[in-house]
């Protein structure tokens, strides 16, 4: 199955050396340095699954995950976070986060959700096709 | 052909006893006319036995006669029945719309309870600053500062408010469960480190006992950790500092079991039935929803499980959320 990941973070470096890792494998990401850029991205494509900072500056990962959902409701979310803040974990897995992840994360760990998260967004489109 | 009319009532005890052996509880009249309906046939028939030694023409006339009778009172009966039938299936109707409209009410209760504070303090933040803002205005001598304080005051109160809402829309939004191999270990895990670094702050320990054979299960995990995260967070927020949170983790046959134990305070006997209720929260105003227990029952009950909880007040609380493991016939 192929997946595309939308990598939303405003460290250069932390989005590019993923972006690598990602691509070994064969999964193509697009990268985006702020929420504002992540938001028109998905407006112009389709993305599987998103990997979101929760902390940026100006519009931070909670508001841009709210946007998400209203904007493209089957897309999963897995928020990525370097400060554990559990009252932003609890928000945004009641937002309908698909995951909440700590920062470092073992790369094979969060492949592995990514994997998982573009599952359950494949059931979810075919569900939808069959009413 | 119409049942016959009843001519005189039944004595007591024999109306009783139809009570007792029917179940029904009918009145004088209509006794009478279900006994006539049970009685009347067998007697015509009685009587045709003995009209047949006599006369055959009259027995074949009060046969037709019995036939006749017994129709009318079984279908007199039939239509009976499914009149009950109809009034009761029309009182459970109400009875849940009647149910239905006390937990609405109950509900907006609670809204306008938890929006009314904020905005009573938006109100009077906004009259104060409308205030300094005159006096700045008359003496050309602007104190700024505390007319910036009040607009911080009210920017928070007003998130407050947002933060109320989207909960209450989160709460409204019906979530379909989508089913997926999740290996419940590790979400509980993931779950927990989120956790961790709050309470080690708190200096809480947060201890996992999670098998490492714990079967996989079929359900949702994001749904699943949004229940595990709220009920890790209320175990959190009820300790003291010092305390032990405990996740547990077990499966058999049927289902598969997490506990989440604290040693807080637990849960005083007169809330233990009301902790599921939305917005009932011991919480002082603006630390608690009162929504985490009721979204997690909700949660719980769409993936077709149950959660419950013990408590020994002064002793702490768990709560449990059992999940089957083998879903009933209309799951994808
Ligand atoms: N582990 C616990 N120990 C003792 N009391 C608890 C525990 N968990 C829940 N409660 C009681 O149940 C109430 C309702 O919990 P619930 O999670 O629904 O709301 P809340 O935590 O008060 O607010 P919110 O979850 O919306 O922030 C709490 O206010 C508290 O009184
Ligand atoms: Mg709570």
């Known amino acids: ?131 | 052909m119409s049942a016959p009319r009843p001519r005189a009532s039944l004595p007591q005890s024999a109306r009783l006893l139809f009570a007792t052996a029917t179940g029904a509880r009918l009145g004088g009249e209509r006794t009478l006319v279900l006994w006539l309906h049970f009685l009347l046939p067998p007697a015509l028939a009685g009587l045709v036995v003995a009209a047949t030694f006599a006369s055959l023409p009259l027995a074949a006339l009060l046969a037709m006669a019995a036939l006749i009778m017994a129709a009318c009172s079984a279908r007199a009966l039939i239509r009976r029945l499914s009149e009950t039938e109809d009034a009761r299936s029309s009182l459970n109707a109400q009875l849940i719309q009647s149910q239905k409209l006390a937990a609405i009410g109950e509900l907006s209760a609670g809204i306008a309870h938890e929006i009314n504070n904020p905005l009573a303090i938006i109100a009077q933040e906004t009259e104060w600053a409308s205030h300094l803002l005159s006096e700045a205005e008359k003496s050309n001598e602007a104190d700024f500062a505390e007319v910036r304080d009040s607009l911080r005051e009210i920017r928070s109160q007003v998130d407050r408010c947002k933060n109320i809402t989207h909960k209450l829309l989160d709460f409204a939004r019906k979530r379909e469960p989508v089913l997926q191999d999740v290996d419940v270990a590790r979400l509980v895990d993931d779950m927990a480190r989120l956790v961790d670094k709050e309470a080690s702050y708190k200096n809480v320990s947060l201890t996992r006992k999670l098998p490492e054979d714990l079967p996989t299960l079929r359900t949702d995990a994001p749904l699943l950790r949004q229940v595990v995260l709220n009920l890790m967070t209320n175990a959190l927020q009820a300790v003291d500092r010092g305390g032990a949170i405990t996740v547990t983790a077990e499966a058999d046959d049927d289902s598969l079991t997490i506990h989440v134990a604290d040693n807080g305070p637990g849960i005083a006997p007169e809330n233990m039935d009301k902790i599921f209720n939305p917005f009932f929260t011991t919480k002082p105003p603006g630390q608690g929803t009162g929504l985490g227990l009721s979204l997690c029952h909700n949660l719980v009950s769409g993936m077709h499980g149950q959660i419950s909880v013990a408590s020994q007040p002064g002793q702490g609380a768990t709560f449990t959320v059992r999940l089957p493991r083998k879903l009933g016939g209309g799951q994808a």
Do not use: C, W
């Not at chain 1, 407006?43 to 699954?49: I, T």
């Not at chain 1, 841009?64 to 904007?71: D, F, Y």
């Not at chain 1, 609890?90 to 998260?117: C, H, I, S, T, W």
């Open chain 1, 1 to 131: 199955m192929e997946i595309r990941i939308l990598l939303v973070d405003d460290e250069a470096d932390f989005v590019e050396t993923m972006a690598k890792r990602f691509r070994i494998r064969k999964i193509t990401v697009a990268p985006a340095y702020s929420g504002v850029e992540a938001l028109k991205l998905m407006d112009e494509q389709d993305f599987d699954v998103v990997i979101l900072d929760v902390r940026m500056p100006g519009m931070d990962g909670l508001e841009v995950l709210r946007q998400i959902r209203l904007k493209r409701p089957l897309t999963e979310v897995i928020m990525l976070t370097g400060h554990a803040s559990l009252d932003a974990g609890m928000q945004g897995m009641n937002l309908g986060a698909y995951d909440y992840v700590l920062k470092p994360a073992d790369f094979d760990e969060l492949l592995d959700k990514v994997r998982r998260a573009a599952e359950r967004k494949a059931l979810n489109v075919r569900a939808q096709a069959k009413g």
